[in-house]
């Protein structure tokens, strides 16, 4: 596996870029507590870049940003622990961020809690792939927006549920980011997982010469009844109908 090197320095450097824009940013009502896993669990979101992303990808999967139990605590797209322990076998240090919602306490690789959406994307690769080598010697998964939105009951807020002018700078950062990353990897493909992510690629990517081609895969939230019933199956079905495998 490609580990370290200029490569993995770039992307970190857009990451980094990104943290430090999407930070700056402010949010109000219903939004009480905002946090950022590019900050307080860099450590693990760098081990995570050097280790599986150090090198171009046939195939980028794009989520939408961190939730309570999974990036949240590990700094890893869709970051269920037990995946990010196990599977890819990630250590990193993950401190407690400032702005945590007391509800939904960072414990990082110590969290006894699973996040769904993380537990079935990541077992669906490796159900399919075995080894995480074999599905990163084509593949890697990133978050379009990094931060973690939260209303005062500890509910879960996603960005595209945000008021248009706090969205605005977010979304003109987190594109910044999103274009440096796709050149830097330079894919064949590019994979929304849901709606949301695959508008915002489709839009960077509108009118790019050469631009890699966007497909999607349905959510795997379990807020999602489409993904209560088989949700492997169908994002297989997805997959190689749309001819990304």
Same mark, same amino acid.
Request: glycine content about 10%; aromatic content about 10%; proline content about 9%.
């Given at each position: 596996?490609?580990?370290?090197?200029?490569?993995?320095?770039?992307?970190?450097?857009?990451?980094?870029?990104?943290?430090?824009?999407? @930070?700056?940013?402010?949010?109000? &009502?219903?939004?009480?507590?905002?946090?950022?896993?590019?900050?307080?669990?860099?450590?693990?979101?760098?081990?995570?870049?050097?280790?599986?992303?150090? @090198? %171009?990808?046939?195939?980028?999967?794009?989520?939408?940003? !961190? $939730?309570?139990?999974?990036?949240?605590?590990?700094?890893?797209?869709? #970051?269920?622990?037990?995946?990010?322990? &196990?599977?890819? $076998?990630?250590?990193?240090?993950?401190?407690? +961020?400032?702005?945590?919602?007391?509800?939904? +306490?960072?414990?990082?690789?110590?969290? %006894?809690? @699973?996040?769904?959406? #993380?537990?079935?994307?990541?077992?669906?690769?490796?159900?399919?792939?075995?080894?995480?080598?074999?599905?990163?010697?084509?593949?890697?998964?990133?978050?379009?927006? !990094?931060?973690?939105?939260?209303? /005062?009951?500890?509910?879960?807020?996603?960005? &595209?549920?945000? +008021?248009?002018? /706090?969205?605005?700078?977010?979304?003109?950062?987190?594109?910044?980011?999103?274009?440096?990353?796709?050149?830097?990897?330079?894919?064949?493909?590019?994979? $929304?997982?849901?709606?949301?992510?695959?508008?915002?690629?489709?839009?960077?990517?509108?009118?790019?010469?050469?631009?890699?081609?966007? #497909?999607?895969?349905?959510? !795997?939230?379990?807020?999602?009844?489409?993904?209560?019933? $088989?949700?492997?199956?169908?994002?297989?079905?997805?997959?190689?109908?749309?001819?990304?495998?």
């Amino acid at each position: 596996m490609a580990r370290g090197g200029t490569f993995a320095d770039r992307v970190l450097a857009a990451a980094a870029a990104l943290r430090e824009e999407a @930070s700056a940013l402010a949010f109000g &009502d219903p939004v009480t507590h905002v946090t950022n896993p590019l900050d307080y669990a860099w450590d693990l979101h760098e081990s995570w870049v050097r280790t599986w992303g150090a @090198s %171009p990808r046939r195939v980028l999967f794009l989520g939408m940003n !961190p $939730g309570p139990w999974g990036m949240a605590q590990t700094g890893v797209p869709f #970051g269920e622990v037990a995946a990010v322990r &196990d599977w890819l $076998g990630l250590r990193g240090r993950v401190r407690r +961020p400032a702005g945590e919602h007391p509800k939904r +306490p960072v414990q990082g690789l110590d969290c %006894p809690r @699973s996040e769904v959406s #993380g537990r079935r994307l990541w077992g669906f690769f490796a159900a399919r792939f075995g080894p995480p080598e074999r599905f990163f010697a084509e593949h890697f998964v990133l978050n379009y927006c !990094p931060l973690v939105f939260m209303e /005062e009951s500890g509910r879960n807020r996603t960005p &595209d549920k945000l +008021p248009a002018a /706090e969205a605005a700078p977010l979304f003109a950062a987190c594109d910044r980011r999103l274009r440096t990353v796709l050149e830097i990897y330079e894919p064949q493909w590019v994979v $929304g997982v849901g709606g949301f992510a695959r508008a915002k690629l489709a839009a960077v990517l509108d009118g790019v010469p050469g631009a890699p081609r966007v #497909g999607v895969v349905l959510h !795997p939230s379990p807020a999602s009844p489409a993904a209560n019933r $088989g949700w492997d199956e169908v994002a297989e079905r997805q997959l190689r109908e749309q001819g990304i495998w």
